[in-house]
């Protein structure tokens, strides 16, 4: 006989919140999908005091506005401005004056140092009163999304790809591979590739267009623009700084990306490059195009960076980080299917052909358009035989909220309660108990 | 509005006052207490109306009226949920009190939930149980200072690495992977090695620790038998496991063109497997035309009784069975095929005949049937000889036939002796050969011919086929006829060309 099904749930009204370096995300855990979603970038007017602006509206034109980012390689960096993140995402979305009745679930990177760690706890005890924290692994919970316990995970994000194994629950730390290619490294050598091509495109972000005319195919625009706004580099009285000018450049290379890019799921090959279809384009100012080879090159930054990352991009450096999980840095990036094999070799042979089963694709990137087809075939060549098995959520939103959603199920789950941290602990023991505790 | 009205609006007259009846017809009073037809549920008196007198031709189809999707109907009170906290009994709630503080601090830890239809008598703050099955332990083991000293001493592994795996096994539930990913000491040490340690101070502490005392005898056995089979379960040989680990390594290393290798040669190996099993079996088959009657490989000196064929062989070989069992056969089969055992002579005679007897007064005696038959046929019944002519095969039976229409032969003889009997038999198994020999012959030298021509496309120009094709006939038919004489090695030797191809 056939046991009936345990609905294993135990609601305790649980926050999850999982902050990732595009898109900031809280919500209640048992849903399906987050409450409140932004970006995790904010802008600062200086001033005295300075004026701070997270969320949606950070896109909106306020002169001498700078726009940074609270994390770098995935770690928090700044910290006032992840308290006010937090004060965001829980006063002003979700309405909680504090988080007293409210059990709050954190995730963080697979490589996310003690002190970051700790630091984290005492901001959700000491400043949002919760009565008990947890923190998960991001890459942990995008395999429970998948329902799986253990998984290889590839996520391809905004500002990393990683590869992180995840045996049980449990992430073999010794065999993360990751590196700094991204969405972000995509839209950038976009970017760079249009301003160089020959005849120059140039790209016009949306706060510097007053109005604009349709324009035949391939004809310059017609737009009036905004000159008081007009970013100069040279003049140091300029209302527009070079974040904010940048930052409005790559959503404007992001939406290119996200419409015309392409990954051609055979494998590379001139021919068939040459032969793909062209993708129109319209730009802010109403420049518009054909697109053809740009759309294809790119994304194969992903899977062969060597041939075809520019060179200028080799020297960048790496993203600032304090973790002991090094990066592979801008000179020597690896294909995807090498940072996977690399993985591997660190992994102990009986369990290859569970990782090669149990492959869970997440991250924005990886929405490319024929990415996990590509993927699926050039794991199978690696595979050795074994049976190579891709999960891929088809949904755009559980591919991007993956971690969120990890979170969210596991935090509603009655088994998962003995884990919290309780307030208690928290003052009994300080903020080291998150270390100590052998969850993670 | 009625019909009326409507007729009126479009100034159409009543019906009554159509013309050529008029006045004759006038329409019939309605009586009193008689019924109008029924409205039918679900049209509105207006529609309804709307048709007049006239009758649907067809049934409504819904007679009844449209329902609403019904009503949760609930009986009894509203379910009353609450909102209750509770305790988390995998969290020690409920356990004794202990002196470490954060052990304390652990248990308080209250959560929320709503629950409904809580017992008046729910305390809030209660442990809920619902969960705790869940839990689950390996309970791995550990040792005390005194028992290290004493036992668990080695070289190679210093006190804290054993210490910092035993603490890796508690927190991790003995999940080797995760240990060894975590495993923060120099010399780095991988999973095998962390098992082989592991399970090795188990199999000393299993092997050491005193067995409890004043146990009874029998306790003391199973107690004894319980740690045989622990320290079967904690058996780990590091060797074996790194070789294992070694080829399986080597075996997922393969590359596509290695798999792609393996997997042609593995293919190969099979067909070449079949193709000898399928030239096995035709030379099986050949011998077995060539052996006739007797069959190649029977035993020398097996008499072969009239109607024995190959079915005799058999016959004579289970008869080399009973012998070796030690039986003498003498029971149910006579002595040389005799149609009656020897010395029998009748129901409860005791006279014995002999082998001269019978040659006196002709007697022929042929074997009884097999001991499965029934009881009440135990002897073979009389019979004509010619009865016991084994049968042609039906596949050459015509070929047969007509062989000995040709000589002019008639298997309905005049004088059915013995002898002639054996004679007519063994004409007819020569030619039922022959027949079958020269139909092996004809499918061989067809093969050949295949064969030849494929051979010759493959390899030869244009111009040499036709060379060649000049002295072909000739030399086929030569061939043949020196394959006739030793078709099982010729057959076996086309089939491998066969293969080949």
């Given at each position: 006989?056939?046991?009936?099904?345990?609905?294993?749930?135990?609601?305790?009204?649980?926050?999850?919140?999982?902050?990732?370096?595009?898109?900031?995300?809280?919500?209640?855990?048992?849903?399906?999908?987050?409450?409140?979603?932004?970006?995790?970038?904010?802008?600062?007017?200086?001033?005295?005091?300075?004026?701070?602006?997270?969320?949606?509206?950070?896109?909106?034109?306020?002169?001498?506005?700078?726009?940074?980012?609270?994390?770098?390689?995935?770690?928090?960096?700044?910290?006032?401005?992840?308290?006010?993140?937090?004060?965001?995402?829980?006063?002003?979305?979700?309405?909680?004056?504090?988080?007293?009745?409210?059990?709050?679930?954190?995730?963080?990177?697979?490589?996310?140092?003690?002190?970051?760690?700790?630091?984290?706890?005492?901001?959700?005890?000491?400043?949002?009163?919760?009565?008990?924290?947890?923190?998960?692994?991001?890459?942990?919970?995008?395999?429970?999304?998948?329902?799986?316990?253990?998984?290889?995970?590839?996520?391809?994000?905004?500002?990393?790809?990683?590869?992180?194994?995840?045996?049980?629950?449990?992430?073999?730390r010794k065999?993360?591979?990751?590196?700094?290619?991204?969405?972000?490294?995509?839209?950038?050598?976009?970017?760079?590739?249009?301003?160089?091509?020959?005849?120059?495109?140039?790209?016009?972000?949306?706060?510097?267009?007053?109005?604009?005319?349709?324009?035949?195919?391939?004809?310059?625009?017609?737009?009036?623009?905004?000159?008081?706004?007009?970013?100069?580099?040279?003049?140091?009285?300029?209302?527009?700084?070079?974040?904010?000018?940048?930052?409005?450049?790559?959503?404007?290379?992001?939406?290119?990306?996200?419409?015309?890019?392409?990954?051609?799921?055979?494998?590379?090959?001139?021919?068939?490059?040459?032969?793909?279809?062209?993708?129109?384009?319209?730009?802010?100012?109403?420049?518009?195009?054909?697109?053809?080879?740009?759309?294809?090159?790119?994304?194969?930054?992903?899977?062969?960076?060597?041939?075809?990352?520019?060179?200028?991009?080799?020297?960048?450096?790496?993203?600032?980080?304090?973790?002991?999980?090094?990066?592979?840095?801008?000179?020597?990036?690896?294909?995807?299917?090498?940072?996977?094999?690399?993985?591997?070799?660190?992994?102990?042979?009986?369990?290859?052909?569970?990782?090669?089963?149990?492959?869970?694709?997440?991250?924005?990137?990886?929405?490319?358009?024929?990415?996990?087809?590509?993927?699926?075939?050039?794991?199978?060549?690696?595979?050795?035989?074994?049976?190579?098995?891709?999960?891929?959520?088809?949904?755009?939103?559980?591919?991007?909220?993956?971690?969120?959603?990890?979170?969210?199920?596991?935090?509603?789950?009655?088994?998962?309660?003995?884990?919290?941290?309780?307030?208690?602990?928290?003052?009994?023991?300080?903020?080291?108990?998150?270390?100590r505790?052998g969850?993670? | 509005?009625?019909?009326?009205?409507?007729?009126?609006?479009?100034?159409?007259?009543?019906?009554?006052?159509?013309?050529?009846?008029?006045?004759?017809?006038?329409?019939?009073?309605?009586?009193?207490?008689?019924?109008?037809?029924?409205?039918?549920?679900?049209?509105?008196?207006?529609?309804?109306?709307?048709?007049?007198?006239?009758?649907?031709?067809?049934?409504?189809?819904?007679?009844?009226?449209?329902?609403?999707?019904?009503?949760?109907?609930?009986?009894?009170?509203?379910?009353?949920?609450?909102?209750?906290?509770?305790?988390?009994?995998?969290?020690?709630?409920?356990?004794?009190?202990?002196?470490?503080?954060?052990?304390?601090?652990?248990?308080?830890?209250?959560?929320?939930?709503?629950?409904?239809?809580?017992?008046?008598?729910?305390?809030?703050?209660?442990?809920?149980?619902?969960?705790?099955?869940?839990?689950?332990?390996?309970?791995p083991y550990s040792y005390?200072e005194?028992?290290y000293?004493?036992?668990l001493s080695d070289?190679a592994w210093p006190k804290e690495d054993t210490d910092h795996l035993f603490e890796l096994a508690h927190q991790y539930d003995l999940r080797f992977?995760v240990m060894a990913d975590r495993w923060e000491r120099t010399p780095e040490r991988g999973v095998?090695a962390l098992k082989a340690r592991y399970?090795s101070v188990?199999?000393?502490?299993?092997?050491?620790?005193?067995?409890?005392?004043?146990?009874?005898?029998?306790?003391?056995?199973?107690?004894?038998?319980?740690?045989?089979?622990?320290?079967?379960?904690?058996?780990?040989?590091?060797?074996?496991?790194?070789?294992?680990?070694?080829?399986?390594?080597?075996?997922?290393?393969?590359?596509?063109?290695?798999?792609?290798?393996?997997?042609?040669?593995?293919?190969?190996?099979?067909?070449?497997?079949?193709?000898?099993?399928?030239?096995?079996?035709?030379?099986?088959?050949?011998?077995?035309?060539?052996?006739?009657?007797?069959?190649?490989?029977?035993?020398?000196?097996?008499?072969?009784?009239?109607?024995?064929?190959?079915?005799?062989?058999?016959?004579?070989?289970?008869?080399?069975?009973?012998?070796?069992?030690?039986?003498?056969?003498?029971?149910?089969?006579?002595?040389?095929?005799?149609?009656?055992?020897?010395?029998?002579?009748?129901?409860?005679?005791?006279?014995?005949?002999?082998?001269?007897?019978?040659?006196?007064?002709?007697?022929?005696?042929?074997?009884?049937?097999?001991?499965?038959?029934?009881?009440?046929?135990?002897?073979?019944?009389?019979?004509?000889?010619?009865?016991?002519?084994?049968?042609?095969?039906?596949?050459?039976?015509?070929?047969?036939?007509?062989?000995?229409?040709?000589?002019?032969?008639?298997?309905?003889?005049?004088?059915?002796?013995?002898?002639?009997?054996?004679?007519?038999?063994?004409?007819?198994?020569?030619?039922?050969?022959?027949?079958?020999?020269?139909?092996?012959?004809?499918?061989?030298?067809?093969?050949?011919?295949?064969?030849?021509?494929?051979?010759?496309?493959?390899?030869?120009?244009?111009?040499?086929?036709?060379?060649?094709?000049?002295?072909?006939?000739?030399?086929?038919?030569?061939?043949?006829?020196?394959?006739?004489?030793?078709?099982?090695?010729?057959?076996?030797?086309?089939?491998?060309?066969?293969?080949?191809?």
């Amino acid at each position: 006989m056939v046991p009936p099904v345990q609905y294993g749930g135990d609601e305790v009204s649980a926050i999850v919140l999982d902050i990732g370096s595009h898109t900031t995300r809280a919500g209640y855990a048992g849903e399906d999908s987050p409450k409140t979603v932004f970006p995790t970038t904010f802008s600062t007017v200086p001033g005295s005091p300075p004026t701070y602006t997270h969320g949606n509206s950070l896109h909106l034109y306020r002169p001498n506005s700078i726009h940074s980012n609270l994390l770098s390689d995935g770690l928090v960096t700044d910290w006032p401005a992840l308290s006010r993140t937090l004060d965001h995402a829980f006063r002003d979305r979700m309405r909680l004056p504090d988080l007293s009745e409210f059990p709050l679930l954190v995730t963080e990177a697979s490589w996310n140092t003690k002190e970051n760690r700790e630091k984290m706890c005492e901001v959700a005890f000491e400043e949002w009163k919760t009565p008990a924290y947890y923190t998960v692994d991001k890459s942990v919970m995008s395999s429970f999304a998948s329902g799986k316990g253990s998984a290889l995970v590839i996520d391809v994000g905004e500002e990393m790809t990683s590869v992180v194994p995840i045996y049980d629950g449990f992430v073999l730390r010794k065999a993360i591979q990751k590196q700094p290619v991204g969405g972000n490294l995509l839209s950038s050598v976009l970017l760079s590739q249009l301003k160089n091509s020959t005849p120059p495109i140039p790209v016009t972000p949306h706060y510097l267009v007053k109005t604009k005319e349709a324009v035949p195919v391939g004809a310059p625009a017609k737009a009036t623009l905004r000159d008081e706004r007009k970013f100069n580099p040279e003049d140091p009285n300029c209302p527009t700084t070079l974040s904010y000018h940048r930052s409005q450049e790559m959503r404007v290379m992001h939406e290119f990306k996200e419409s015309t890019c392409e990954v051609l799921s055979g494998g590379w090959d001139d021919a068939t490059a040459a032969s793909t279809p062209t993708r129109p384009f319209e730009f802010p100012d109403g420049y518009n195009a054909l697109f053809g080879l740009e759309r294809l090159t790119v994304p194969e930054i992903l899977f062969n960076p060597q041939r075809f990352l520019p060179q200028e991009f080799t020297q960048l450096p790496l993203p600032a980080s304090t973790s002991t999980i090094p990066s592979h840095p801008y000179s020597n990036l690896q294909p995807i299917t090498r940072l996977f094999s690399n993985s591997l070799v660190q992994i102990d042979p009986d369990l290859h052909s569970t990782f090669f089963n149990n492959i869970v694709v997440t991250g924005g990137t990886s929405l490319t358009q024929g990415f996990v087809d590509r993927l699926q075939t050039e794991l199978a060549g690696l595979s050795g035989g074994m049976k190579t098995k891709i999960h891929a959520a088809s949904s755009p939103a559980e591919r991007i909220h993956s971690s969120w959603l990890g979170g969210s199920i596991l935090a509603s789950l009655g088994t998962f309660h003995q884990l919290w941290i309780g307030k208690d602990e928290y003052d009994e023991v300080g903020a080291s108990i998150v270390t100590r505790r052998g969850g993670k | 509005m009625t019909s009326r009205d409507v007729r009126d609006i479009m100034s159409i007259s009543e019906p009554a006052a159509s013309p050529g009846l008029g006045g004759l017809q006038a329409p019939p009073p309605r009586r009193a207490g008689q019924q109008r037809e029924k409205r039918p549920d679900g049209i509105t008196r207006e529609l309804y109306a709307l048709m007049g007198d006239n009758a649907p031709s067809l049934a409504l189809a819904q007679s009844t009226k449209p329902k609403f999707k019904e009503r949760i109907k609930r009986t009894g009170p509203a379910i009353h949920w609450q909102l209750s906290a509770f305790t988390n009994p995998s969290r020690g709630a409920g356990k004794p009190e202990s002196d470490d503080k954060a052990e304390e601090a652990r248990k308080k830890l209250k959560l929320r939930h709503w629950v409904r239809d809580l017992p008046a008598n729910h305390v809030d703050g209660s442990p809920d149980t619902k969960f705790a099955k869940f839990n689950t332990s390996s309970q791995p083991y550990s040792y005390t200072e005194d028992e290290y000293n004493k036992w668990l001493s080695d070289e190679a592994w210093p006190k804290e690495d054993t210490d910092h795996l035993f603490e890796l096994a508690h927190q991790y539930d003995l999940r080797f992977i995760v240990m060894a990913d975590r495993w923060e000491r120099t010399p780095e040490r991988g999973v095998d090695a962390l098992k082989a340690r592991y399970y090795s101070v188990c199999r000393v502490l299993v092997n050491n620790r005193p067995r409890p005392e004043n146990l009874a005898p029998e306790e003391k056995e199973k107690a004894d038998k319980l740690r045989q089979e622990t320290l079967a379960s904690f058996h780990f040989d590091i060797n074996r496991e790194t070789e294992r680990k070694a080829y399986l390594k080597s075996l997922l290393s393969r590359t596509p063109e290695q798999i792609a290798d393996e997997d042609f040669l593995y293919v190969e190996s099979r067909r070449l497997e079949q193709s000898y099993n399928k030239i096995a079996a035709e030379r099986a088959e050949l011998l077995k035309i060539l052996g006739g009657r007797e069959g190649i490989g029977a035993q020398g000196g097996m008499q072969v009784g009239v109607g024995g064929g190959v079915k005799g062989v058999a016959l004579g070989q289970k008869d080399a069975e009973r012998k070796r069992k030690g039986q003498t056969g003498w029971e149910i089969e006579g002595l040389n095929g005799g149609g009656l055992p020897e010395g029998w002579a009748g129901e409860g005679s005791k006279r014995k005949a002999t082998a001269q007897q019978d040659a006196a007064n002709c007697i022929e005696r042929h074997p009884a049937p097999s001991v499965s038959a029934p009881k009440a046929n135990i002897w073979p019944s009389v019979g004509v000889r010619s009865s016991r002519i084994a049968p042609v095969k039906p596949g050459v039976a015509s070929k047969v036939a007509a062989a000995l229409t040709e000589l002019g032969i008639t298997t309905h003889l005049v004088m059915p002796t013995k002898a002639n009997i054996e004679k007519i038999d063994t004409l007819q198994a020569s030619l039922a050969q022959m027949v079958e020999l020269k139909k092996a012959v004809d499918r061989i030298q067809s093969e050949i011919r295949m064969v030849k021509k494929k051979k010759d496309q493959l390899l030869g120009t244009e111009e040499e086929t036709e060379v060649k094709k000049e002295d072909e006939d000739a030399r086929t038919d030569r061939e043949a006829s020196i394959r006739t004489k030793r078709s099982a090695s010729a057959s076996s030797t086309s089939t491998n060309k066969r293969a080949r191809h």
